[in-house]
Structure formats: structure tokens, C-alpha cells
């Protein structure tokens, strides 16, 4: 093996994201990585429906170029990410064994070809590194007997790498040490959230515009799937409690919590309550620069990270969060980066809410700035080479 750890890389991935596609092409470009991607799924580069959103799309950011990929044909009668069937490529360790992996780097476990990849790899000898983050936040750790899978899933890895804070003590929880634990941040695409160039600012002001949204006034932005476990109903409800002049709340996006949020709205006032529909990649530059406090309220388990708030805050758009949004204890501090409300107590989310709509904003840039110079392409690049080259020392 190689002493500085193996540069053939195969990646295997469920389908292309507008978050790991542009990292892949960083990679290509800023490393000696010979990097392959094993896509299981066309979506995002097709139009699908994504049953959350309510609506059918393909993202329209190039999501495949800059870097070699291949699709593996999904034989799964019902294709997709909401169970374990759903990723069903029987072909796929034939293509992982033709192309002669040194490593190979798995997004996640739950779904069946996950499952044969790590017994391929194991027979083969080829060492395995895990990207997850799950946390525990919010909940408490599993019992000794029902940890018992994962701990002895996490075994077959030779390294972890790790995207924050909370899925840190997630692993560490499940037994993985810490020598096996890589820091690989989350991050995205700094070229599309970029505060500097004037167009997106341009368009920002011109959707101000557009929806009768004057220059002074304070906009709070949602911006996601409108359903439950996000909390949006719950965030209009503070707002309307709150009936602060001079502010408004934007809602972007779809899903099935739609009708009801629309109907609770017709309480406020004119003017104060706005709805965007599902905006694609390309357009959310605009949408958070059209705010000025990002919310996103998740509660339970369901936001494991949260990317939406690295989009935000490298724009310069402090954020309102719960405390079980999975990005929260490494991005969000309370009173420097934005505000964090406790998931289950809506006075909480009013009273934190009222903060951000009253604080002096500028003091809010730098530290912004300063905290996500280190959730970048760059710094989660660093966290993989270093779990490659612990293969270099180390028997998977």
C-alpha cells in the first residue's frame, strides 16, 4: 500500500446532488485523486418527481462534468431513497472490480447495494471509508443491544470521516475511535454563494420588488420542503404572533403542508406574509439575499445537518435554527452567527425570533465570514486525504 494512502478512489453515491458534484469536481481539479463516482440513481439529472416537494424537476446545475462518473442500472421496482429497496444494482460490484478501486469512500448504509458493496469490499480486501451525519441530537443514545448492528457495522470501515460536531459523538458513541475518525466538514459551492458579485444582489432586489417587499423592511426567509418535521407552520405562527411592524416573512418552496400554511396566513395583514414557489439551484443566490435572517425551525431528527444554512451564511445571511438541526453546535452560536430557539417550545421560537428581528445585523458579517472559512471544499478535501493516508498505516 502505498505509505500516503491510496489515490484510486471509486465513490459510490446514490445519485448526483447539487452538494457533493461540485466537491467532486474540486477534488479532480485540486488533488492527485484518481476519483471514479458510482452513481446508483438518476436523479437530479433527470426529471423526477420528488414527492416531498409535490412537484417533478431535475436540478439545473451541471451536476456531471469535471469529474469521471458512471450510473449503475437500478433494477429496484421502486426506485429512490425512502427505503431499503430502492438502490438495487446488481451490476455494481462487477463495475467496482473492473475499475480497481484502491479505496472505495460510501455515502451511507440503508439501502441494499450499500450493503453489497461492503461485503464485496471485505472479501476483496479493498479498505472502506464512511461520509454520514446522523447525530443523536434530540434523542437519547441507542441501548447497548440495539447499537449492537451498527457497532459492528462501523467495524467494516477502515476509516470515518465526519462532518461536524454532533455526528462526531454519533460515532464515537457507536465505538468507532478516534483514530479511525477523519474531520471532512460539510460544505458547498462557494462560486454560487458568493456575496461579491452584483447579479444575484440585483435579482434579489428585483424579487423585492416584485413582491411589493420595500427596501427597510426585515424579511425572515424559509426556504425548503414544506412539511412538518421543518417546522414552517410553526415559524408563521411566532411570526404572526409577533406582529412586528416593519418586517415580513417569506415562504419558498412546496410540499404537502402547503394549503394549511396558506390558510393561516390569510391572518396577517397585507403585505407581511409572501409565498415563492420550489426555486431551482440556481436561483437560491437570490432567494436568501432577498432576507435577512434565514430560518430553518427542523425538529426531531430529520435535519441532520442542515446545508441550507452553510448557503445562507456564506452569503452573509446570519440564521434562526432549532437546537436539533444537525449544523447547529459547529455553525449557528447564539447571538453570534444567528439565534437557536429549543425545538419543542414554541415561546422559545417567538422569543428568539423577536431577537433576530430587532438585533443590529452588521455586527453579524465578520463572524460570519470567519466561521465558514472553515466548512469549505477545501477543509472537507483535507479530512479525506488524511483518512486516506491512514490506510497507508493501518489494516482496514
Known sequence: M????????????????????????????????????????????????????????????????????????????????????????PALTARLGAWRPEAVLLFG??????????????RHGVPLIFRGDSHFIGRPAPAWWRALPLRFLYRQFAAVTYVGQA?????????????????????????????????????????RGELGIAPATRVVLFAGKFIAAKQPQELLAAFLALNRPG???????????????????????????????????SEMPARYLLADIFALPSRGQYETWGLAVNEAMHLGVPCL?????????DLVTD???????????????????????GADLTAFQPRLAGRMAGYTFAAATRGLEQALASLGRTNP
Request: proline share 8%.
Open 2 to 89: 502505498n505509505p500516503a494512502g491510496p489515490r484510486r478512489l471509486a465513490v459510490v453515491l446514490s445519485h448526483p446532488t447539487q452538494y457533493y458534484s461540485p466537491w467532486f469536481r474540486w477534488l479532480q481539479a485540486h488533488t492527485g485523486l484518481q476519483l471514479r463516482v458510482f452513481y446508483l440513481w438518476e436523479f437530479g439529472v433527470t426529471v423526477q418527481r420528488d414527492p416531498k416537494f409535490q412537484t417533478e424537476f431535475k436540478w439545473d446545475v451541471d451536476l456531471l462534468s469535471g469529474y469521471e462518473s458512471e450510473f449503475v442500472p437500478n433494477q429496484s421496482r421502486r426506485p429512490g431513497t425512502e427505503h431499503f429497496g430502492g438502490l438495487r444494482n
Open 109 to 122: 448504509y440503508a439501502y441494499a447495494s450499500h450493503l453489497q458493496v461492503i461485503g464485496w469490499a471485505r
Open 167 to 207: 455526528n462526531r459523538d454519533y460515532f464515537t458513541t457507536l465505538g468507532v475511535p478516534s483514530a479511525r475518525l477523519f474531520f471532512a466538514p460539510h460544505a458547498v459551492d462557494q462560486a454560487l454563494f458568493d456575496p461579491a458579485p452584483a447579479a444575484p444582489r440585483a435579482a434579489a432586489a428585483a424579487l
Open 247 to 281: 418586517t415580513a416573512l417569506v415562504l419558498a418552496g412546496d410540499g404537502p403542508e402547503s394549503g394549511r400554511l396558506r390558510e393561516t396566513a390569510r391572518q396577517a395583514p397585507a403585505g407581511r406574509i409572501h409565498f415563492l414557489p420550489f426555486a431551482n439551484q
Open 321 to 329: 435554527v432549532s437546537d436539533r438541526v444537525g449544523c447547529q453546535p
Open 335 to 357: 447571538g453570534e452567527t444567528g439565534w437557536v430557539f429549543r425545538a419543542d417550545d414554541p415561546a422559545d421560537l417567538r422569543a428568539q425570533l423577536d431577537q433576530a428581528l
